[in-house]
C-alpha cells in the first residue's frame, strides 16, 4: 500500500506563486510514476505533470510549461508541485496520483485511470 498526502494549497492572487508538497508514504520503493492531476468544478479531471521516479524525467501539459516545476525531497520521500505566475484559470483541486504498476509506460500519462494511488487533494484558488 502506498499513501499519497498532498498540502498547500490556499489562495493566491494572478501573478502569485504556491507550492503543493504530496508526501509518499508505504510502499513508495515499488512506484514507476508520480503525477499531478486537477479538477475544477464542471470540468475533467486533467493531468498537469509527470516523473517517471525511476528515470528522473518530467513532462508537462503545454498550458503550465515555463510556469509550474517539480522539485523532488528524496529524503522526506516528497514530490512538489511548484507553481508561478499563476492564473485565474490554475484555479482547481489538485491531487497526487501513483503508478505502481508501470501502466503509464502503455498509456497517455495525462489518463488518470492508469494511476492506483490518490491523495485526498488540495485546493488551489487564483483570484484575478
Known amino acids: 500500500q502506498v499513501q499519497l498526502t498532498e498540502s498547500g494549497g490556499g489562495s493566491v492572487q494572478a501573478g502569485g506563486s504556491l507550492r503543493l508538497s504530496c508526501a509518499v508514504s508505504?510502499?513508495?520503493?515499488?512506484?514507476?510514476?508520480l503525477a499531478w492531476f486537477r479538477q475544477s468544478p464542471g470540468k475533467e479531471r486533467e493531468g498537469v505533470a509527470l516523473i517517471n521516479v525511476r528515470a528522473d524525467l518530467m513532462d508537462y501539459i503545454d498550458s503550465v510549461k515555463g510556469r509550474f516545476t517539480m522539485p523532488r525531497d528524496i529524503a522526506k520521500n516528497t514530490l512538489y508541485l511548484q507553481m508561478s505566475s499563476l492564473k485565474p484559470e490554475d484555479t482547481a483541486m489538485y491531487y497526487c496520483?501513483?503508478?505502481?504498476?508501470?501502466?503509464?509506460?502503455?498509456?497517455?500519462?495525462?489518463?488518470?485511470?492508469?494511476?492506483?494511488?490518490w491523495g485526498q487533494g488540495t485546493q488551489v484558488n487564483v483570484s484575478s
Open positions: 508505504g510502499y513508495s520503493d515499488d512506484l514507476y510514476f
Open positions: 496520483a501513483a503508478d505502481s504498476q508501470g501502466r503509464v509506460f502503455n498509456a497517455r500519462w495525462t489518463d488518470g485511470n492508469k494511476y492506483d494511488y
